[in-house]
């Protein structure tokens, strides 16, 4: 019963290129969600997401970065024309489709470097 | 908003008792959760309060006061392996499940 899947683990960009991180939740979980965690810092929440529609967005930044749920295939974080400031570790969660889940799953998470 | 503050860091020797305590202002949430994480790794669950109390799994416990506005993980009989850092975490009632966590201590366990 593989947990939640990320790719990849490391990503190593240069300014202005773009990063696109994966993530497969838990087998029959339906919500997934993007936090970003910098150095030394706790865990920031990104976007929340079901299959094929953004729930709730409201930690994401205005521009460069988009997240998707398509209906077949992974959740998809994309950042483009990265700066420095984006370098961080990206973790995926997902939980079960029934409200009110007690526990999200984490995955190992992309760690981005951006040179 | 919320947040939720913790101390930075905790120090204790094996075989003990810690406390790691979480105070939150929020407007209101569902409950207040418990992830550990390893240096490097992925935050895990721990624990979940729901209700105003204490909830016991194993070696660790957690306790909630929503009129304190105040939370704390305690974990028994510390072992090596428990040196990670622990974050707080609350799920909102603004919509959604997403989780605001707290600013995290890291627990330091010596011989």
């Known amino acids: 019963n593989a947990g939640v899947m990320q790719n990849p683990r490391h990503l190593v960009r240069r300014r202005g290129q773009e990063a696109r991180l994966r993530c497969s939740p838990m087998?029959?979980?339906?919500?997934v969600y993007w936090y970003r965690q910098l150095p030394e810092e706790g865990l920031k929440f990104m976007v929340y997401l079901q299959k094929e529609n953004i729930i709730d967005e409201s930690g994401m930044p205005k521009e460069r970065f988009s997240a998707e749920f398509p209906k077949e295939g992974p959740s998809i974080l994309r950042i483009q024309q990265v700066v420095r400031g984006d370098s961080a570790a990206y973790f995926c969660a997902s939980s079960p489709p029934e409200g009110g889940s007690r526990e999200q799953f984490f995955g190992p998470g992309t760690r981005l470097t951006v040179l | 908003g919320q947040s939720l503050e913790q101390p930075s860091e905790v120090t204790a020797v094996e075989g003990a008792i810690v406390q790691i305590n979480c105070t939150y202002q929020?407007?209101?949430?569902?409950?207040l959760s418990w992830y550990q994480q390893h240096d490097g790794g992925a935050p895990t669950f721990l624990s979940y309060?729901?209700?105003?109390g204490l909830e016991e799994t194993g070696r660790f416990s957690s306790f909630l006061s929503r009129s304190d506005s105040y939370g704390y993980l305690l974990l028994q009989e510390l072992q090596m392996k428990d040196s990670a850092s622990y974050f707080c975490a609350v799920r909102g009632t603004g919509g959604g499940n997403k989780l605001t966590f707290g600013t995290g201590t890291q627990l330091k366990v010596e011989l």
């Open positions: 929020t407007s209101g949430f569902y409950g």
């Open positions: 087998k029959g979980h339906s919500h």
């Open positions: 309060n729901a209700l105003d």
